[in-house]
């Protein structure tokens, strides 16, 4: 009995001087293991690291930023738009906020053939479902917030947000009324699937040959001659429109010979984290053409928005029952 006991008084220490020697490194790693097998349980998917910083919440033992092993080889794996973070506590306990980017991704399938049937093919879409979530199914979870903001209409929510970038060009007004029109009409489609209550959206017409090889490899020395007719005071708005015309159109050539693949491959180059910090560091001054902030009416008053006309923050409440209240701003 008594070397019973001495045999398990070693393993028991051999046991422990064994996990007291792991190296802090060691220990992230089977940390990290963790966190990678819960994810691909819950999702159903596999996942890796996609990096070490993942900030710190309260208790953590780790936080690590993810993103799912199919990204590896596609734009996505160097897109910080789709990247969250997952953690491991010091009593074990697992989690993550990954859910967001299925909501994202989620947005962009939903929203793509109403955008693409309403502005044409060349669309980048960069919607964000702010705030907390049940599902990361994406008509599920606005379902589930259309009902939550009906029973509770007095309330602060997280908006849908992001940004649409619609890609083409504006030569005279008549242009400028269909995108009028195309916008006003798919506020009134977001009116009808019920997910217009809480709306903050940033809709962008971008010249389409931004999307040429020739602009991208020359956009700084592009950019700088844009610059320097939007800087100039001399031009009203008819010179400038002509010059920046007279300058973009060096690349109508090989637009004009660019196939729908090679747009689409083109579109889908671009960072939609860069974009949602500055659009005009990633296609240059001068490309944006229009502009269009929606804010949703009850998104405004929620914020307080609508009480002050001399606040910064003021906003006026629209309906947009009316097209005319679409107000597009000029891309100068």
Known sequence: MRRLRNVFIIFLGLFLMTGCLKSEAEKNRDRVNKILNHLEKKYGEKFYMSSPFGGRGQNDALRIMVKPERYRGTTKEYDDFYEDYAFIKTDGKIGDAFGTIYLKEGAEEYFKPKLKELFGENVLIAIVPEGRYVFVNFKKEMERRSNVYNSNPIGNYSPLSGGIYIFGRVKSEADREYYRKQIYEFIQYLKAENMFDYTLLKIR????????????????????????????????????????????????????????????????????????????????????????????????????????????????????????????????
Not at 278 to 305: M, N
Request: no cysteine; glycine share 4%; aromatic share 12%.
């Open 205 to 332: 017409v971008i010249d389409e040959r931004v999307l040429t090889k020739g602009y991208r490899n020359n956009d700084n020395k592009i950019n700088t001659n844009l610059i320097e007719l939007i800087n100039d005071k001399s031009l009203d708005r008819k010179e400038y429109s002509e010059k920046r015309v007279n300058l973009m159109s060096q690349f109508d050539i090989e637009y004009n010979k660019m196939t729908d693949k090679e747009k689409e491959e083109a579109i889908n180059k671009y960072s939609k984290a860069a974009l949602g910090e500055s659009y005009i560091k990633v296609f240059g001054k001068g490309t944006p053409l229009l502009s269009f902030f929606t804010y949703s009416p009850k998104y405004i008053i929620s914020r307080g928005w609508d009480r002050d006309k001399n606040s910064d923050d003021y906003e006026k409440v629209k309906y947009y029952d009316k097209i005319e209240e679409v107000d597009l701003s000029e891309g100068w």
